[in-house]
């Protein structure tokens, strides 16, 4: 097995599993406006959050209107009127307020930080990002965290993994694995930019993209590190 000199791994929906946490705030923040939590008001937010966040991957659209932009939308198509930035600060509070992990996350991150400099490669807000960490016991068994909005570009882009690597002491791309379940973000980044990938799949979706190593459970790095 080759000996890797940094891991590096991906937040949300893959230590984290933010769809969960995403759909408590959600509902939270739509009773705050008199709004029922319904699966088609669910999915037309998913689709207006994913569509913003794939335009901000593709470096379409700035942070800030993905963050406000996907409230003022979902709201608009409700036939709701609200101050974007108002709502988008009451739904990071709400966000803020509940973590919940993925099976095995706390574990594995403990045992591999025995054996392994841990690094965080995330697209986000810091402050959130901090702050679930913070909440989730995760945060201490990281070398260093580098999110989006504060390196200045975002995964895949090759600025974001220059931004990591600058930072990084003495380690070559190549000797470096990320660990995350966006073929769009994590794989093709990784595979762009010289690092061995691993892909956390746990729904067993087809791939689109070849990764180094595919994985269903995060106890399998066991085994492959």
């Known amino acids: 097995m080759k000996r890797y000199e940094a891991i590096l791994f991906d937040i949300d929906d893959t230590l984290l599993d933010f769809k969960q946490s ?3 705030a959600l509902e939270q923040l739509l009773a705050s406006y008199n ?3 319904t699966d088609e008001v669910k999915e037309r937010y998913v689709r207006i959050n994913s569509e913003l966040w794939r335009a901000f991957e593709r470096g379409e659209v700035e942070r800030d209107e993905v963050l ?38 706390l574990e594995i991150v403990r045992t591999l930080s025995e054996q392994y ?12 990002q901090f702050k679930r960490l913070e909440s989730s016991g995760l945060l201490p068994y990281f070398q260093d965290v580098f999110v ?6 975002q995964k895949p882009m090759k600025s974001f ?44 979706v087809a791939a689109t993209i070849e990764s180094t190593y ?12």
């Open 161 to 204: 993994f220059d931004y990591v690597f600058e930072r990084i002491p003495n380690v070559a791309p190549e000797k470096g694995l990320i660990i995350g379940d966006s073929v769009t973000a994590d794989i093709a980044g990784g595979r762009m930019y010289g690092l061995d990938t691993c892909w956390f799949n746990p729904n067993e």
């Open 214 to 225: 595919e994985i269903r459970h995060l106890h399998e790095l066991k085994s492959l590190l």
């Open 148 to 153: 989006s909005d504060a390196t200045g570009s």
């Open 22 to 24: 995403e759909h408590v």
């Open 35 to 37: 709004v029922r939590m």
């Open 68 to 105: 406000v932009g996907r409230h003022t939308k979902l709201f608009d198509s409700l036939g709701v009127r609200i101050d974007g930035p108002r709502v988008e600060q009451q739904y990071r509070d709400f966000l803020h307020a509940g973590v919940h992990m993925v099976d095995g996350a």
């Open 117 to 128: 400099p841990l690094y965080i490669v995330t697209n986000g807000v810091t402050e959130t």
